[in-house]
């Protein structure tokens, strides 16, 4: 029998969701196997999976302790070679702006990410101690494309994970784009539309009806500077989906500079650019409540890379 004691990073999530991360190379029917068959007390009473486990609470684990080692991941050494460009720190988060050409997440145990790197940077200062935390570990809330560059949220606490999350399910933080389109637009528009994946060739597809399994879409977009040949637009990300931005304006016949998945060849090939011309570049945080109150209506900006830039003052002058 095992005795765990709830802290601030394990608490009011439900048992089940606490059991599956603390061992979390075990399927969900085992974890559901042990509640079924009570090898799981919270408090010294029978644990259910929708209990919600809060800060002091006391769980015990019916099990052998080769059971729940085989069941953990082993803590390691993180190894990285992500150079963190912080725009912003405090004790609950950190504002990454993201270069293009890394990884939001790894995609497996040898690739490197920022999450990676916010790990690394946070053991290195003594703010995190992995083989001391049972269910949390640093964690991002927002995902970019690999050739998309800009600001990416990282959390150090459960706390603010959630908070931060729920805020943009909400659609409380306010996500902006700066994005080089071909075609000349000389108006606001809210795009929307549907969205279906691909996972096949790793792409999305926008229509303009519900279809099944499509997702619904929201984009804002906002000319900046424009020719008869360009635009460079002001994005409002309003639901975030995966190639969101980057499909909804190819659909629409005004792809992104750059983008080699959605884009135009020809266009792109007049251009010396190894990713296209989009750059998470601001955030407004709102809808936050208790810890991070104080983050409500503080904006967050970066500015586009040399390269943009040159491209930018060359064809809109």
């Not at 990410?113 to 940077?121: A, D, E, L, P, R």
């Not at 969205?195 to 303009?208: A, E, P, S």
């Not at 619904?216 to 900046?224: D, S, V, Y």
Request: hydrophobic residues 30%.
């Amino acid at each position: 029998m095992k005795k765990i004691k709830i802290e601030r990073n394990d608490e009011n999530q439900r048992l089940d969701r606490f059991l599956s991360k603390y061992m979390d190379q075990a399927s969900k029917g085992f974890i559901q196997k042990i509640l079924r068959k009570k090898r799981i007390k919270l408090n010294s009473s029978r644990g259910y999976p929708e209990d919600i486990v809060k800060y002091g609470d006391e769980i015990k684990l019916y099990l052998a302790e080769d059971t729940i080692n085989k069941f953990q991941t082993k803590t390691e050494n993180i190894e990285t070679n992500i150079d963190l460009d912080i725009i912003y720190e405090d004790k609950n988060i950190i504002l990454i702006n993201k270069k293009s050409g890394q990884l939001s997440h790894s995609n497996n145990e040898n690739s490197d990410s920022i999450v990676k790197g916010v790990k690394k940077y946070l053991i290195d200062k003594g703010e995190y101690h992995p083989q001391n935390e049972k269910t949390f570990s640093p964690s991002i809330c927002n995902r970019l494309d690999f050739n998309t560059s800009g600001i990416i949220i990282a959390t150090k606490n459960y706390n603010s994970l959630k908070m931060i999350n729920r805020a943009i399910r909400e659609h409380k933080i306010e996500k902006y784009y700066k994005a080089l389109v071909s075609g000349k637009i000389d108006k606001e528009i809210l795009l929307q539309g549907y969205l279906t994946k691909n996972r096949i060739n790793n792409k999305v597809q926008i229509h303009k009806k519900w279809m099944n399994n499509s997702k619904e879409i929201h984009t804002r977009i906002m000319p900046l500077k424009f020719n008869e040949e360009y635009t460079l637009l002001d994005i409002q990300l309003i639901t975030g989906r995966t190639h969101q931005i980057r499909a909804h304006l190819a659909s629409i016949n005004h792809p992104i500079v750059g983008d080699r998945k959605y884009g135009n060849n020809k266009i792109n090939k007049k251009f010396n650019l190894d990713s296209q011309f989009l750059v998470a570049y601001k955030i407004i945080f709102s809808g936050l409540k208790d810890d991070l109150e104080y983050l409500n209506d503080k904006i967050f900006q970066v500015e586009d890379n040399k390269a943009y830039k040159i491209v930018e003052e060359k064809i809109l002058k």
